[in-house]
Each structure stands twice: as structure tokens, then as C-alpha cells.
């Protein structure tokens, strides 16, 4: 791995959110409603949050998600699950649902996702050994794989030019960079990126920025890194637990970057593990792509 130096200011670390998650995950933005969304996996909990007026909402779902997307035109989710990928009609209440890209698969689940530039939305599984896979959902709701040989397939984003795809094998400890193809939504020429040592902790959830700088979350470690393009470490931000998870930039000028987390056994139980945090880097995200329907 490159570098190893803080090259920006260390912001300050913001106890946003009492939310005790067992497994806090898969955070979005959603900038029509100014909520950021993510998922309590181990209790399958949707939880939505409000900056500006403080609101909490807690929503019980019928089967653990596992990452989400929005959906264009709607309040939708497209959602990867336990039991595959579907569409959470929040009118309704209703999961619509579309397929499991692994049935029979012991001990497999979908993990993280994302929605690509191009309006899919892409998650990949976790599982024993190295057989996991990334898949991609189309618009017609078609199933594709687009890459196999996975350990844990965890935080992928992409860079703001939609030039490259970013994918985190977490059993690897190592983010991947691929070419990835707007015109036909697919991806090419992967090179590991970025690789942790074994006391550095592990990746986990990734989100990038407008300077397309990675952000990358580390679980065990107690800090999240920004990586520079080439891979190198531009700044290093201690975290108040050891076991954060995934990162999402929010807010209405997507100057925050808010950070998820969990509580382990291992966990002392005076340490806000499970909760909220935020930081405000000095550096703004992008918009949130959302899911295509026909």
C-alpha cells in the first residue's frame, strides 16, 4: 500500500445518533427528502434519520436487508437481502421481489450495493471461502454477474467522471479498480488498488468524493482512511469504535460524510458502538444515482 501519512486536516468526529445497531450498514442519502437511510442487518431494521429536524424512523422489515438504493421518480428502495434482490414498495409496505442470484448457497446472503451512473443497481454476496460474486440489477430487472472469485464482496462506488468502479473484497483486504463502460454498464481491467496489512484493519464500506478521492471505512481498525487515486493514503481519522462500517456523504450541500458502525461482544459496553457518526471533511460528494424502473 502507498503512503502512509495524514496529507489533510483531521475533522473532527461528531457523535450524531444513539441507534445501538448490532450492524449498522449500507447508509444513502436521499437529497429529495434530506434523510440519510441505512440498515440495522442483524435486526432488520430500516432506519431513516433527519438532520434538520432530528426525526428518527425505525421500519421492521420481513427479511434482513442488506444494502439499498433509491428509486428514481418514487420513495422506493431497490434492496439486496438475505434472500435476494427486490424492490420495497414503502406505499404499500410491500417487497417486490425479483430474484436470488445464489438459492441453496449455504451460509450465503447479498451484502453491500450500490446504484451505478447509469441507473442499476449492483450488490455482491458473502459466503464461505472464495466463491462469492458481484451482480448487476438492470432496469428491466434482469440479473446479471459481472464478477466471481469473491471472498466478502463489500463498499464498491464509483469515480465522478464514471470512468472507474470501485469494489471492496473484504476477505482480500483489498479494494479493486476496474474500467467501467457507461454505455453498456459493465466493467473491465481489474487491478487491486489498494491492499491492508493485517493490523491495519479491514475495509468495509466505501464512498468516494468529488475530487475522486476514496473514502474507505475499516473495520477493527477504528479509523477511516482517504486514499488519494492512486492509492495512496491522504489522510487517516481516528474513530471513537473499533468497528465502523460503512460511510455515505449527506446534507444538503453534501459537505458531511456520516459513518455507521456496530456492536460486537467485543465492544466495551461505555463506547458508542452501533451509533451515527459524522464528520465534515472539507470536501463535498456527489449526488446519489437512483434505480431505473421501466
Not at 425505525?58 to 435476494?84: N, Q, R, Y
Not at 459537505?255 to 463506547?271: N, V
Request: charge should be negative; include cysteine; proline fraction near 7%.
Amino acid at each position: 500500500m502507498k503512503g502512509d501519512g495524514n496529507g489533510g486536516s483531521i475533522p473532527k468526529v461528531e457523535h450524531v445518533l444513539k441507534s445501538d445497531n448490532l450492524l449498522g450498514e449500507g447508509p444513502v442519502w436521499d437529497d429529495a427528502r434530506d434523510v440519510l437511510c441505512w440498515v440495522d442487518i442483524d435486526r432488520r431494521l430500516l432506519l431513516e434519520f433527519s438532520p434538520a429536524t432530528g426525526a428518527q424512523t425505525s421500519i421492521e422489515m420481513e427479511v434482513a436487508v442488506c444494502a439499498l438504493g433509491l428509486v428514481a421518480g418514487s420513495t422506493d428502495l431497490v434492496i439486496a437481502t438475505a434472500k435476494g434482490f427486490a424492490i420495497w414498495r414503502r406505499r404499500l409496505d410491500v417487497i417486490d421481489w425479483i430474484r436470488d442470484p445464489e438459492p441453496g448457497r449455504p451460509g450465503a446472503r447479498l451484502n453491500d450495493g450500490a446504484v451505478d451512473p447509469q441507473g442499476n443497481f449492483w450488490a455482491g454476496s458473502l459466503g464461505p471461502g472464495f466463491e462469492s460474486a458481484l451482480y448487476r440489477l438492470s432496469q428491466d430487472h434482469s440479473l446479471t454477474r459481472m464478477e466471481s472469485g469473491l471472498g466478502v464482496s463489500n463498499g464498491m462506488a464509483w469515480s465522478p467522471d464514471s470512468s472507474k468502479m470501485y469494489l471492496t473484497d473484504s476477505r482480500r483486504r483489498t479494494i479493486y479498480e476496474y474500467h467501467y463502460h457507461p454505455g453498456t454498464s459493465t466493467i473491465s481491467s481489474r487491478k487491486a488498488l489498494i491492499t491492508t496489512g493485517e493490523n491495519e484493519g479491514v475495509p468495509d464500506g466505501l464512498a468516494v468524493d468529488a475530487e475522486g478521492f476514496l473514502w474507505s471505512v475499516t473495520w477493527g481498525s477504528g479509523n477511516i482512511k482517504r486514499y488519494r487515486p492512486d492509492g495512496s493514503i491522504e489522510r487517516t481519522i481516528p474513530l471513537p469504535v473499533a468497528h465502523a462500517t460503512s460511510c455515505a456523504f449527506g446534507g444538503p450541500n453534501l459537505d458531511h460524510l456520516y459513518i455507521t458502525s456496530a456492536r460486537c461482544g467485543t465492544d466495551p459496553p461505555d463506547r458508542p458502538a452501533g451509533d451515527l457518526f459524522r464528520i465534515r471533511p472539507g470536501v463535498r460528494g456527489t449526488p446519489e444515482p437512483r434505480f431505473r424502473e421501466p
